[in-house]
């Protein structure tokens, strides 16, 4: 297995990083996941280009050009044919004497590897969803490698054989533990707006676009918890997730059976088919 590391692709057990790198000690760092298809990396220019607005968000100097330019000579390095695959990225602070303040001149600590990874046409699965207290920061915009509110209210779910924890925040839905959740109710799609609460994902930027497309009324708006049990459909969208209908959330059953609500289905359908395009730049 290989990864590359700071301008190397090594084999995995040969790449190292210091104890004192501030990925490591205080979660100092930005991570972006993204999906090489059959006909290219699933917008890239969008996953890029979101790396390097969260490392500016940050502060952390590095020009994401660099390892974008690393991308195919590691994807050749693994004799992947054409076998799609999952491409993880992260760049942290460096390496420095443990202090909180941002060290000056410290080079950052750029990371990246790919898995096989396959996604199926249409995410056919019909999630089972708890809900989740969002005890998270008021920073949840900003792709931090500190996860642990993320793990754990996906945990949460882990134990409960759920199938993903969606998160309330002051009696609002903000997203999920790794996903972002959206609503239909009278035809009409809802979604979290776009603001410190959520992380904007590229899937939901795919979504928003393909409701225009196909004429959907969107409306970036929050939708409060005790609303649930009022919405017609509900369905996550991520980078690995696609868009997943929702069967069940916290109390509330939309499908009994394998059912997929008409908005959620026509959705996906439409998802389907970018995928067949071009999408990387
Ligand atoms: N919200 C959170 C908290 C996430 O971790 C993710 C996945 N990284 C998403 C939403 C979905 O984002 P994307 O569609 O870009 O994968």
Known sequence: EKV????????????????????????DGIYEVMVQLGNGIFYKKAHLDRLQE??????????????????NPLLDSYNLGDKTCLIYMQVTRGVAPRKHAYPKDVPAT?????????LPHINTKNMQVILQPDFRWHRCDI???????????????????????????????????????FFIKDEKVYTHPANEHILDGITRKIVLELCRDLEITVMEKAIPADKISSMDEAFLT?????????SKLGEHVFHTSGAIGPITLK?????AKLKGLDSST
Not at 54 to 71: C, F, G, M, R, T
Not at 110 to 118: I, K, Q, R, T, W
Request: negative net charge; proline residues 2%.
């Open 4 to 27: 590359f590391l700071n301008g190397t692709i090594y084999s995995s057990n040969d790449a190292h990083i210091s104890v004192f790198d501030r990925g490591f000690l205080f979660g």
């Open 54 to 71: 969260n490392l500016d968000k940050i502060n952390i100097p590095y020009d994401v050009s660099h390892l974008e330019a690393q991308i």
């Open 110 to 118: 750029v990371m990246m590897y790919a898995l096989p990874f396959s």
């Open 143 to 181: 792709k931090s490698i500190s996860l642990l509110g993320n793990i754990m209210t996906n945990e949460a779910a882990m134990t409960q054989n759920a199938d993903e924890a969606v998160l309330v925040r002051d009696g609002i839905i903000t997203e999920g533990s790794h996903t972002n959740i």
């Open 238 to 246: 991520g980078t690995t997730t696609q868009i997943a209908s929702i």
């Open 267 to 271: 959705l996906q359908e439409a998802f």
